[in-house]
């Protein structure tokens, strides 16, 4: 079956980059999606196929795909950025996979 | 404005079945396929079924295949997911999430409802 690993969590200060990264075996040729949920709230879509921002997702959000990691950036972050982020692939073995999530936390 | 809402969540027994249901709204439901998500309390999402907007391809997850049936009605703009056999593991907050993808492998999922919350205890 096919892995995702992410770190359960990521500290940032308010106005500095924050860095997400989401491991997996050869991730780099498969397509990602990045969702952001916060506390008692669904899921939302913020970054599909690697790096494409869908419509209402700030810019400050963007991603990479290549190797063995793939990495959501958060720029500018800001307290509201606070949130459990997820990445998510298919995978032949695996269908449907998502990674362990990890906490972002704003200082 | 897409909107899908579940419904139908509550206590069953162990061993108990339930039907869950998700209504759409705003968006042309029968030409995009559906998932089921679901998510453990204090844990990560778990993806556990997908149907195609015709009923004529759908998929489950190993951990609940043959336990969990996922069904929709065009008509009624509606998405179900039939759980039997229910065990205290199947608790979790069960999302319908819509599909953009073109096929099964394509995703993502770009709109979900709030969640059903689904307990199984005795």
């Known amino acids: 079956s096919y892995v995702l690993t992410q770190p359960p969590s990521v500290s940032v200060a308010p106005g500095k980059t924050a860095r997400i990264p989401c491991g997996g075996n050869n991730i780099g040729s498969k397509s990602v999606h990045w969702y952001q949920q916060k506390p008692g709230q669904a899921p939302v879509l913020v970054i599909d196929?690697?790096?494409d921002r869908p419509s209402g997702i700030p810019e400050r959000f963007s991603g990479s795909n290549s190797g063995n990691t793939a990495t959501l950036t958060i720029s500018r972050v800001e307290a509201g950025d606070e949130a459990d982020y997820y990445c998510?692939?298919?995978?032949?073995?695996?269908?449907?996979?998502f990674g362990g999530g990890t906490k972002l936390t704003v200082l | 404005e897409v909107q899908l809402v579940e419904s139908g969540g509550g206590l069953v027994q162990p061993g108990g079945s339930l039907r869950i249901s998700c209504a759409a709204s705003g968006f042309s439901f029968s030409t995009y396929s559906m998932n089921w998500v679901r998510q453990a309390p204090g844990k990560g999402l778990e993806w556990i079924s997908w149907i195609d907007s015709s009923s004529s391809t759908i998929y489950y997850a190993d951990s609940v295949r043959g336990q969990f049936t996922i069904s929709r009605d065009n008509a009624k703009n509606s998405l179900y997911l039939e759980m039997n056999r229910l065990r205290a593991e199947d608790t979790a907050v069960y999302y319908c999430?819509?599909?953009?993808?073109?096929?099964?492998?394509?995703?993502?999922?770009?709109?979900w409802g709030q969640g059903t919350l689904v307990i199984v205890s005795s």
């Open positions: 998510q692939v298919w995978d032949s073995t695996s269908d449907w996979v």
């Open positions: 999430a819509r599909d953009r993808g073109y096929d099964f492998r394509s995703g993502p999922n770009d709109y």
């Open positions: 196929h690697d790096s």
